[in-house]
């Protein structure tokens, strides 16, 4: 079974302080995304990454960073976070061709709160 | 721009009903469709997709979705819903021609009533 894992899953954290989120998949998946979901948004984009060392902006890049040290995982991190990051932020992993090409596997999502 | 529509943003129905959720795109090249599933407080599951061939796709729990070229949609049916049905349901297309970077819907929440 297709497994992505987030933690932490809830996170209270100060303006002004570093977040960083990690994902981990047992999918051996080349592709890696976070997004983060918000009501009146849906998903929205963040980082992606198509192997380890690599990392590309998504639609929504700033105020974060995204570190794919290896196949298994990729982070996002908020290096200065803000009220406006408190979201669930969704990490997700796919094929990067194939028959599965559009299908992903998602965390069960990392709830952000920043006061 | 490619947009994803998902009409309406909830749909109540009573246990046993069939049901319809409406995904309309607009994008004219080859892409790739697929729903996605949300229940409370969880991640996405991956329902359903389609790419080509037989334009009506079977999922999991008997959900099936109908391609339309012509209409630009890839609705989503239940023949008869049940109460864990409840849930929000997400369409997305894959783009070729954009490294099948995923574009989504907003969603639309589905009901059941007992």
């Known amino acids: 079974e297709a497994a992505v894992t987030q933690s932490p899953r809830n996170k209270v954290a100060v303006t002004g302080g570093k977040v960083t989120l990690s994902c981990n998949q047992t999918?051996?998946?080349?592709?890696m995304y976070w997004y983060r979901q918000d009501t009146g948004h849906g998903l929205r984009l963040i980082h992606y990454?198509?192997?380890?060392?690599?990392?590309e902006k998504g639609d929504i890049p700033d105020g974060y960073k995204a570190s794919r040290p290896s196949q298994e995982n990729f982070s996002l991190i908020l290096e200065l976070a803000t009220p406006s990051q408190t979201s669930v932020y969704f990490c997700?992993?796919?094929?990067?061709?194939?028959?599965?090409?559009?299908?992903?596997?998602f965390g069960e999502g990392s709830k952000l709160t920043v006061l | 721009t490619q947009t994803v529509s998902q009409s309406d943003a909830h749909v109540t129905v009573f246990e046993g009903d069939s049901v319809e959720l409406r995904c309309n795109y607009s994008?004219?090249?080859?892409?790739?469709l697929s729903w996605y599933i949300q229940h409370h407080g969880r991640g996405l599951q991956f329902l359903l997709k389609?790419?080509?061939?037989n334009p009506v796709v079977q999922g999991v729990n008997g959900f099936e979705a109908e391609f339309s070229k012509s209409d630009s949609s890839f609705h989503l049916r239940k023949a008869s819903v049940h109460w864990s049905d409840s849930a929000v349901y997400f369409c997305?297309?894959?783009?070729?021609?954009?490294?099948?970077?995923?574009?989504w819907g907003s969603g639309t929440k589905l009901i059941i009533k007992p």
């Open positions: 999918n051996n998946h080349n592709n």
């Open positions: 997305a297309v894959s783009r070729m021609d954009s490294n099948y970077q995923l574009i």
């Open positions: 994008y004219g090249g080859s892409i790739y």
């Open positions: 990454s198509y192997g380890a060392g690599s990392t």
């Open positions: 997700a992993s796919g094929p990067r061709l194939g028959a599965n090409t559009g299908q992903l596997y």
């Open positions: 389609y790419y080509s061939g």
